[in-house]
């Protein structure tokens, strides 16, 4: 089968290839981390060896005295770089890595499903030595290119990926929608038993999976592990708090949610005390809860938070004097700032979409994004208005006047837009309304 380049990720890759430090690529189960190693294979011109933890045939390797002896003499044989997938299943993997590093006879590249791969002494160690990639499920062009690669072509893409996610597997198979969101449950299934249950022997599996279906139930409002810990102890009596703690903190290692802090944008810094969970990936939701239109608002923040966190943008909720924002986005010195609407309906809906970006009297790019046209769609006092797939897809028109400001990014005609947000694609009530939903839905 052919596979499609995921070229987000290889470019960002690509300066720092046989840099002398290692390549680390993390993020979800089954993202395409693999798929993406095994293409350095056709981009690397040297000799590499390839360990693949997911394969039976490497089980052997989980020993790390047998991984180090066989990385070694392949080395001493020629070998030029080193490829290890899943690299937390072999014990003591950190120890290999930083003897590698010290060595520097290799250029190595490793993947893992552990958001705190990173963490504690491995990363004090190799401060300066490594360099992290994080990875995501598919964003919505990149369903696209899968789309007309695998599938019939674009008819239907968005709502396709409203409903399924982003698993590249679901868009390299030819499934219908139930047999795509059976996937999604096997790939979460093996997630939560693989990555958590086993990997710490956790003692309640039912809580565990109880406190995924908060999550998922509760994307893009606010809360706090203490919130959880007080809506499932009117179940469960003996409930610990510390094992709500630990439990939450297993479902960030194994990238399943992110939290989101919040940003306050006048004080210029970051708020412990108020955040949102996030999904690591909307079909998700779908397979534990099944598809509800009237959750719509938290598809669509849920679905832009890792839009931009695939662009490489750090992604805050903001605050600018008790107004929200719903996306404070920073890379480098860059800040874009982003409110997501169906539609602006009316004068109301105009007032608060804008009048929170209105407030923020700094130089960086605003964007009111929408799914559907209105009569009131206009650009305001600097804010950019876009119809949601052009912003997607990194598509707009070139504002009247020079009314962008300067820290947006420059693109070859102007002005480039980052792809954001899905908009909210259905009514409450679960119908297609206006004519582009129509068209979604032909």
């Not at 020993?63 to 003591?92: C, H, K, L, N």
């Not at 698993?167 to 390299?172: A, E, G, I, T």
């Not at 030819?174 to 022997?201: F, P, T």
Request: some cysteine.
């Amino acid at each position: 089968m052919k596979y499609i380049d995921r070229t987000l990720y290889l470019d960002r890759m690509k300066p720092f290839m046989s840099n002398g430090n290692v390549k680390i690529v993390t993020g979800i189960r089954r993202s395409g981390k693999s798929t993406l190693l095994k293409e350095l294979n056709g981009i690397l011109d040297k000799k590499i060896l390839h360990i693949d933890m997911e394969l039976w045939d490497n089980q052997k390797y989980r020993d790390p005295e047998t991984a180090y002896r066989y990385i070694r003499e392949s080395i001493d044989s020629g070998t030029e770089a080193v490829i290890i997938d899943e690299v937390q299943d072999i014990d003591r993997w950190y120890e290999i890595v930083r003897s590698l590093v010290a060595e520097g006879e290799c250029d190595l590249y490793i993947s893992g499903s552990n958001s705190k791969l990173l963490s504690g002494e491995f990363a004090s160690v190799l401060t300066g030595r490594y360099n992290r990639f994080f990875m995501f499920t598919l964003t919505y062009s990149e369903c696209l290119e899968f789309s007309r690669e695998y599938l019939d072509g674009e008819t239907g893409t968005l709502s396709r990926f409203m409903r399924v996610g982003g698993f590249p597997s679901v868009w390299r198979n030819r499934y219908g929608e139930s047999d795509a969101i059976l996937e999604v449950s096997d790939i979460l299934n093996s997630i939560l038993m693989r990555d958590i249950i086993a990997r710490y022997n956790v003692r309640r599996p039912d809580l565990l999976h109880r406190i995924f279906r908060f999550f998922c139930d509760n994307i893009g409002h606010r809360t706090s592990v203490n919130n959880i810990y007080n809506t499932l102890l009117s179940e469960d009596r003996k409930l610990a708090k510390d094992l709500v703690y630990e439990y939450v903190s297993h479902l960030e290692s194994a990238c399943l949610i992110y939290k989101a802090e919040t940003y306050d944008v006048k004080g210029k810094e970051i708020l412990k005390s108020a955040y949102k969970y996030y999904l690591a990936d909307i079909g998700l939701k779908n397979a534990v809860c099944g598809y509800r239109p009237e959750d719509i608002e938290g598809y669509v923040e849920n679905i832009v938070y890792l839009e931009m966190k695939a662009r490489g943008y750090e992604v805050w909720m903001g605050d600018y004097a008790g107004k929200e924002v719903d996306f404070v986005c920073k890379k480098g010195d860059e800040f874009v700032y982003i409110q997501a609407t169906t539609r602006l309906a009316d004068e109301d809906v105009v007032k608060r979409e804008f009048g929170n970006l209105k407030e923020i009297r700094d130089n960086h790019s605003k964007y009111v994004v929408a799914l559907e046209r209105s009569p009131l769609d206009s650009d305001m006092d600097g804010i950019r208005f876009v119809l949601m797939e052009d912003f997607l897809l990194g598509r707009y028109r070139l504002p009247p006047e020079p009314t962008v400001s300067r820290g947006s990014v420059r693109g070859a005609r102007g002005t480039h837009l980052l792809p954001l947000n899905l908009g909210k694609l259905f009514h409450a009530h679960g119908r297609p309304k206006g004519a582009l939903e129509r068209r979604l839905f032909q």
